[in-house]
Each structure stands twice: as structure tokens, then as C-alpha cells.
């Protein structure tokens, strides 16, 4: 049986564009059930909004399962809320009590521009993606399954890193605003496998200096990892400093000649 | 990932690359933030190497005044005649001056840059989950470690403030005299507003080395699943021995231990 939640008072952050000055807004929620999702309970308060001739607050999501990375919300000072290892949409309405006050403010970064009230436009993230998270593979037929030998250990932690759903959460939970996990968990995934051996060092030498474009940087306090709803480790953002070292020293002669 | 508000940023295009800038290499790696904070973790190593001997160096002071005085000496004297005196213990301060100047910098750089990564806080207070004292102090901390480092050596470096610097002393069965520090150390805490500064000043560095040798780890790279809990604990280790050593001695001339 479901429970209800009574008296729940929502501080909203509403902002007309990238430019505009935004301002938090008080509503109510009378009464709500305990299995609700958070995005369920915005939903039911854009409903009420929009019946009142208001305008519905703006914000991201689209699976609601936790695999696409779009919802985006910054709940009571944490990202993503605060259950560990989960993200917004897989929040639900009993992690609350009667009578609580939710803030709800939007990821902030000057590489994530606020578009609308809670949404931000991370593209920032597809620029440090397109400048060395991929790998050069020959095209034609499907290959084999198995045809390059993986050990499994090796599998398992490129997996571990490959989870990161690009939400932005380690960005906006960092007190820097940096954005080594996310980059990190995109170099791990492919520096790990055979696969991504040959642009191993120019990827992770692009994607650095990309990152630095846009974003602040590492003071391993750890708030990413806390933060992430895929719980990936900052060892991830150790093998990419590491990695990024033997970039600009060992390989500095071959990358050189090209 | 999210929709695309129109930028400065031009479309997707695929190849972010850009042309490689030729730098020289140093300035090259220290041009990115990563390799700044290789920059702040071999100059961090450096001055805990300095804190660390000189901590132990100066536990001569439990041995007494001929003790100190002559390892002061030794210090002046090093790779004497080889060298002239005092050339080396120069070499070394240059040495460390350099590294502190590079922390500094690169303290200063990546703090603008987290700056401008962030321009609007939150408004709605954030909910730390494992950033600690420590880590989010740093740059306080620093900043009381460098203005203590000041005071420091205008009082027992070039006795600015402190008037016994200087004096020689002649110890018997040696041929000539040699700087009586030991003095110089006892008349300086026996104000009781410096030797707190000191243990102030000294707390703040251990709460600093309590965040920053923990966090070289991960600026270098050394990330082994089968050392990792020792990174920790080496870090705490470390600050509490320096903590503990450079605090008893203000504390022992208070309490009228050496005198
Ligand atoms: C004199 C003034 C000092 C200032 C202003 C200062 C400032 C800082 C700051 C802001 C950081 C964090 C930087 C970041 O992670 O982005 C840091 C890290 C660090 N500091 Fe200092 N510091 C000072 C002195 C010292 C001294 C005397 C020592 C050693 C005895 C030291 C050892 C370290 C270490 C080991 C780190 C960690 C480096 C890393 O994460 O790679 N610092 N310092
Ligand atoms: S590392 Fe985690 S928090 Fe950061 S973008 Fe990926 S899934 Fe989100
Ligand atoms: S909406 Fe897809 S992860 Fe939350």
C-alpha cells in the first residue's frame, strides 16, 4: 500500500534564459504519493501550473530509468538528490517526510549556461567527447564475437567506467566546477581496452586540454564520486592523470614524428 | 545529452581537435591543469621533505644548546671546504624558494580558473558529502602558512625581529664560534604571542598536508588498488609527525622544558 506525503513546500529556481536573473519560487504540494517520482511530483506540479495559466517549470529528463543522463537537478545542495548511486528520475517521493522544504536549483558551471529554470546546456561534455572519446575501427562486416581476447578484470573495470551517463552531476557537485570524472571515466573506458590502445595517448592528451576549455580543476575532494548516480570512482580520474603524464613524457618522441 | 542553446561554440562538428600549439615541454605541461597540479605536487613533496628534516633537525634542541648551535653549523658548513660556507645551505633555500614559488603560482592560477568555471554559486547551500575541513581550507591554510613563513624568517632567519640573532658563542674544546641559535630560539618563544602564532601556523599545516599528501596521490597518478587505504593513512601519519614535533618545541620553552 502506498502512503502519502502531506505538506511538502518545493523553492524552485525559475530563470527566463541564459541571460536573465533568476529568482527562487515557493509552491505547495498538499499531498502526494510516496510513489511518486520526484520528476512525477514536478510533472503533477506543471499540471497544476499550467491549468492555473502559469507558466510549467522548465526542466531536463526524457528516460526515467537512469540510462540517458538528461535529468539534471540539484535537490537540497546535492546533485542528483540525496540517495547515493542514483539519478534525479530515480528518486521517488518516500525519501522525503511531511512538512519538508525541497530547494531545487539547477547545475551550475559557466561551461553548463542555464537554458531555462532547471535546464543547462551540457554540450561542453560532446566537445570533450568528439576530441578523443572514440576509437579508429576498420568498417565493413560485423567481427567475431571474442576475436580480441579481453581478460575479464580488464572488461569489468572498463565497464565500471563506461556506466558514466554524461549527466554533468560530478561537474555541478564539484566545489571547482571540474570536470576530471566525467573525462576520466570516458578515458579509463577506452585507455582500458585493446581497442582504444592506438589513440590511447593522443586521446587522453586531447580530451585534457579540452576539458580545460571549459572547465575548473581536480582538488581530489571527492564530491564527483559522492554525487555520481553510477557511483564510478575517482581512481578513474588517477589513471587519467597518469595516463596524460606518460602522454606528454614517454610518448612525447612518437607523437613527435607524425 | 541536452539540447544545444545557441553559442560562441559553433556546431558539432566532429573534429574539436585543435592545431597543437609547439611550447617548450615544461611550459607545455604546465600550460593544462593537470599538469599544474603536477607542478603544485613536486613542489608540495619538495617543502614536506624540508618540513620533515628540519622538524627532525630541530629535535636537537632536546639535546641541548652545543648540540643545536653545532648542527646549525653543520648546515652553514656543508660540503665545506669544497664548498664556501654557507653556499650550499644558499643552493638548498634558493632550491626551496623556487618550489615555493611555483605552489604559489600554480595555486593562484587554478584558483582563478575554478573561479571562472563557476561565476554563479549556488544559491541554496550546498550539502558537502566527502569534502572535509581540510580539503576545502586550502588555500586559508596556505595563505596562514606563508605569512607565518614571513615572521619566521625575519625572526630567526635575519633577526629582523629578534635581536639575539646573529650572537656567536664559543663552546669549549672548538676552534672557532659558531651562531648561538639555540638563544635565539628560547628569546623568540618566550613571547607568548609568537609561539602561539607558531602552533597556530603549524596546526594549519597539518591540517594542510592532512588534505595535500593525500591528495598527490591522485594528481600522480598512483592509484593501486593494493596501497590505495594506505594513501590515507600515510597522510595523516605525516602531518601529525611534523604537527607534533614542530609544536612541543614552543611548548616546551613555555612550559620551562629547555630554557
Ligand atoms: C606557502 C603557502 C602555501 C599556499 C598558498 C598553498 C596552497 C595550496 C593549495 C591552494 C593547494 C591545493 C591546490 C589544488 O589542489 O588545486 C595546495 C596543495 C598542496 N600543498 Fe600547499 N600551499 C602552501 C604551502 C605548502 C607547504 C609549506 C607544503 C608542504 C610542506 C604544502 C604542501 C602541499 C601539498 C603536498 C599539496 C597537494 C598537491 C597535490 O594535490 O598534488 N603546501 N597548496
Ligand atoms: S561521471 Fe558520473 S556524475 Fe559525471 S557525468 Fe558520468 S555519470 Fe554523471
Ligand atoms: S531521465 Fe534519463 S537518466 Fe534520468
Given at each position: ?258 | ?84 660556507k654557507g653556499v650550499v645551505l644558499w643552493i638548498l633555500r634558493g632550491g626551496l624558494v623556487a618550489m615555493l614559488f611555483l605552489h604559489l603560482h600554480a595555486a593562484w592560477s587554478l584558483t582563478m580558473l575554478n573561479r571562472k568555471a563557476r561565476p554563479v554559486k549556488y544559491q541554496s547551500a550546498r550539502d ?9 581550507t586550502m588555500r586559508l591554510s596556505g595563505l596562514v602558512i606563508l605569512a607565518f613563513l614571513v615572521w619566521h624568517l625575519l625572526d630567526l632567519t635575519f633577526g629582523v625581529v629578534n635581536s639575539e640573532v646573529g650572537n656567536k658563542v664559543l663552546y669549549p674544546g672548538d676552534t672557532e664560534e659558531v651562531k ?80
Open positions: 500500500m502506498s502512503n502519502t506525503i502531506k505538506n511538502i513546500t518545493l523553492k524552485i529556481w525559475r530563470q527566463d534564459g541564459p541571460a536573465a536573473k533568476g529568482h527562487f519560487e515557493t509552491h505547495k504540494i498538499d499531498e502526494i504519493t510516496d510513489e511518486a517520482s520526484f520528476l512525477e511530483m514536478l510533472d503533477i506540479l506543471n499540471d497544476r501550473l499550467v491549468t492555473d495559466g502559469k507558466e510549467a517549470v522548465v526542466f531536463d529528463h526524457d528516460c526515467r530509468e537512469g540510462i540517458c543522463g538528461t535529468c539534471s537537478l540539484m535537490i537540497d545542495g546535492q546533485a542528483h538528490g540525496p540517495q547515493r548511486g542514483t539519478a534525479t528520475c530515480q528518486l521517488h517521493m518516500r525519501k522525503f517526510n511531511d512538512g519538508d522544504s525541497i530547494t531545487i536549483e539547477p547545475w551550475r558551471a559557466s561551461a553548463f549556461p542555464i537554458i531555462k529554470d532547471l535546464m543547462v546546456d551540457r554540450s561542453a561534455f560532446d566537445r570533450i567527447i568528439e576530441s578523443g572519446g572514440y576509437i579508429t575501427a576498420e568498417t565493413g562486416g560485423a567481427p567475431d564475437a571474442n576475436l580480441i581476447p579481453i581478460p575479464k578484470p580488464i572488461a569489468d573495470a572498463a565497464m565500471d567506467s563506461a556506466e558514466c551517463i554524461g549527466c554533468g552531476a560530478c561537474v555541478a557537485a564539484c566545489p571547482n566546477g571540474a570536470a576530471n570524472l566525467f573525462t576520466a571515466a570516458k578515458v579509463a573506458h577506452l585507455n582500458r581496452l585493446p581497442q582504444g590502445q592506438a589513440e590511447r595517448y593522443s586521446r587522453v592528451e586531447s580530451m585534457v586540454e579540452t576539458m580545460d576549455d571549459y572547465f575548473g580543476s581536480c582538488t581530489n575532494h571527492g564530491e564527483c564520486e559522492a554525487a555520481c548516480p553510477k557511483e564510478i570512482s575517482i581512481d578513474v580520474i588517477a589513471l587519467m592523470h597518469k595516463d596524460y603524464r606518460k602522454a606528454k613524457f614517454s610518448n612525447r618522441k612518437d607523437l613527435a614524428r607524425s | 545529452m541536452a539540447q544545444v542553446v545557441a553559442s560562441h561554440r559553433g556546431p558539432v562538428t566532429g573534429t574539436a581537435n585543435k592545431a597543437k600549439k609547439r611550447r617548450p615541454f615544461l611550459l607545455d605541461l604546465y600550460s593544462t591543469a593537470v599538469g599544474k597540479k603536477y607542478a603544485m605536487g613536486i613542489s608540495g613533496i619538495a617543502m614536506m621533505g624540508f618540513v620533515l628534516f628540519h622538524m627532525i633537525g630541530n629535535l636537537k634542541m632536546y639535546a641541548g644548546a652545543a648540540d643545536l648551535d653545532h648542527y646549525a653549523h653543520f648546515l652553514q658548513t656543508l660540503l665545506y671546504p669544497l664548498a664556501p558537502y558529502q566527502i569534502a572535509n575541513f581540510a580539503s576545502r648561538a641559535v639555540y638563544v635565539s630560539v628560547i628569546a623568540s618563544f618566550e613571547r607568548v604571542p609568537v609561539a602561539l602564532f607558531y602552533i597556530v601556523a603549524n596546526i594549519l599545516l597539518g591540517i594542510h598536508l592532512f588534505h595535500g599528501a593525500w591528495s598527490i596521490f591522485q594528481s600522480f597518478g598512483w592509484n593501486n588498488p593494493r596501497f590505495n587505504k594506505w594513501r590515507r593513512a600515510f597522510a595523516t601519519g605525516f602531518a601529525a609527525v611534523v604537527v607534533v614535533g614542530n609544536v612541543s618545541f614552543p611548548i616546551a620553552v613555555m612550559a620551562g622544558v629547555i630554557s
